[in-house]
């Protein structure tokens, strides 16, 4: 069976999972992934680093008996407990009587939703928190969200290697597994990144504040290669995608405005032609407008990330908005969205449920949604083409920071208790 050493002390005792084709329902993975799990021995015992998959066992526990007793095992690690590293850890517990369990403090509920067993040996850590092996010890660093919310990272300072979990991941299946000799996996990085931690930006711009310190020898990442040539440039290229880039063209403080509408007879259509001419009134926007017929959505999710608001037409058909709408409102999981500026509108025939449906959505999504949706009974009056502008010079005058303040009766409020 193949393993591999990162250093005398340090062995991989993964699994190779080189069919799998579709990984958590969302990733393509058409070259298969590898699960990375860790074995560190120091002269005062031995830690394991993740598990596997519970169908890859077979592959997990053969390596770590090539480097390990059950019994000289004092720690194991889970940088994050999705199930494909935390697959069987129930297992190594039960072989290993003398292991202790250290994961991060949010990892506490998520270990009781997974693991049914309340009499699991563990211990909480933070980062800066250090378990002892003897002569090589284990230093954690807190990276939540990278990708779920009890993710950490564990840095074995004496050989300068950071076991990363899923940050600096992909799929990519290939047994010779040093990034220096695998083949091109630039693509399943880049993939990987945006569809696993692109929506996490945030949280990633903040573990790089803690990694990028560190005097690297190896990143020694969950899933695909171990990045041990150059392992500086994967975390460059984690902070180049995570930082916010003003787009060509725009002017530093300008706000984005994009309006997206989809229309069957143009009335839909009409009133996103005088929301656009309501916010562009308001001056230092940026504004764009697309129709959605037609149109895949995904080049729109760059364009949606950098806007500060974002403003949808839909008619209603049967009773909902229309599939084209849905399948941009989706598309926003791959990015964060909270705490940008939304808004829905449309025509409609005589139930008119769109509108309400997407505010509904842009809610659930974290959006602010200042104003009201805005509804017109089939074909724009001129009153009402009026109140479209008005409605999009709102919205413009919100986002400068220009909208005139709420007045609030404190009379009524104190007759309405
Ligand atoms: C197939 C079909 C189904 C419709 N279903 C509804 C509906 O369930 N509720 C409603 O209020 N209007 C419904 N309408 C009416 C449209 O919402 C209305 O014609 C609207 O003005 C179309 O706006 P648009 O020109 O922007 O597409 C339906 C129209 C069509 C053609
Ligand atoms: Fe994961
Ligand atoms: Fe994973």
Redesign the pocket.
Same mark, same amino acid.
């Given at each position: 069976m193949t393993t591999f050493a990162l250093s005398d002390r340090v062995h991989w005792i993964g699994a190779f999972d080189g069919r799998m084709r579709t990984f958590d329902v969302i990733l393509n993975t058409p070259n298969g992934t590898t699960y990375n799990a860790y074995c560190v021995r120091g002269s005062e015992g031995v830690a394991v680093i993740d598990t596997v998959k519970r169908e890859c066992a077979d592959q997990f526990f053969a390596r770590l008996q090539q480097y390990a007793a059950y019994d000289e095992i004092r720690a194991v690690v889970l940088n994050h407990l999705e199930p494909d590293h935390s697959g069987c850890l129930p297992e190594l517990l039960r072989r290993a009587p003398n292991a202790r369990l250290y994961i991060s403090d949010a990892a506490t509920g998520v270990l009781k939703g997974l693991v049914k067993d309340a009499a699991l040996p563990y211990t909480t850590v933070t980062t800066g928190s250090r378990v002892g092996l003897g002569d090589r010890s284990l230093v954690f660093l807190q990276t939540p969200y990278l990708h779920w919310p009890d993710t950490q990272c564990t840095w074995v300072p004496e050989e300068r290697i950071l076991f990363s979990g899923d940050a600096f991941g992909c799929h990519f299946c290939d047994e010779r597994l040093w990034n220096d000799e695998v083949g091109d996996f630039r693509y399943a990085f880049e993939y990987y990144y945006a569809h696993i931690m692109r929506p996490f930006k945030r949280h990633v711009l903040d573990a790089l504040a803690l990694i990028e310190p560190l005097d690297l020898a190896v990143l020694a990442p969950a899933h695909g290669p171990i990045l041990r040539q150059d392992p500086r440039d994967y975390v460059a290229r984690y902070r180049e995608l995570s930082t916010p880039r003003l787009h060509r063209g725009a002017r530093e403080g300008e706000r984005t405005v994009v309006v997206f509408?989809?229309?069957?007879?143009? /009335?839909?259509?009409?009133?996103a032609e005088a929301i656009r001419d309501g916010v562009a009134e308001i001056p230092g926007l940026r504004l764009s407008v697309y129709d959605l017929e037609g149109t895949p959505v995904l080049p729109f999710v760059d364009l949606v990330e950098a806007a500060d608001a974002v403003l949808i037409?839909?008619?209603?058909? /049967?009773?909902?908005a229309v599939k084209p709408v849905w399948d941009l409102l989706s598309s926003f999981a791959q990015i964060d969205v909270r705490g940008k500026l939304g808004g829905a509108f449309?025509?409609?025939?005589?139930?008119?449920?769109?509108v309400r449906m997407i505010e509904d959505r842009l809610r659930g999504l974290k959006f602010r949604v200042p104003l009201g949706g805005l509804k017109?009974?089939?074909?724009p009056s001129h009153d009402e083409i009026d109140a479209c502008r008005n409605w999009g010079r709102g919205i413009g005058e919100f986002l400068t920071g220009c909208a005139p303040p709420r007045e609030i009766d404190f009379a009524a409020l104190v007759g309405s208790s």
């Open positions: 509408y989809i229309s069957s007879y143009g /009335n839909t259509q009409r009133m037409g839909s008619p209603t058909i /049967n009773g909902d449309g025509s409609f025939g005589w139930s008119g449920e769109a017109v009974k089939l074909v």
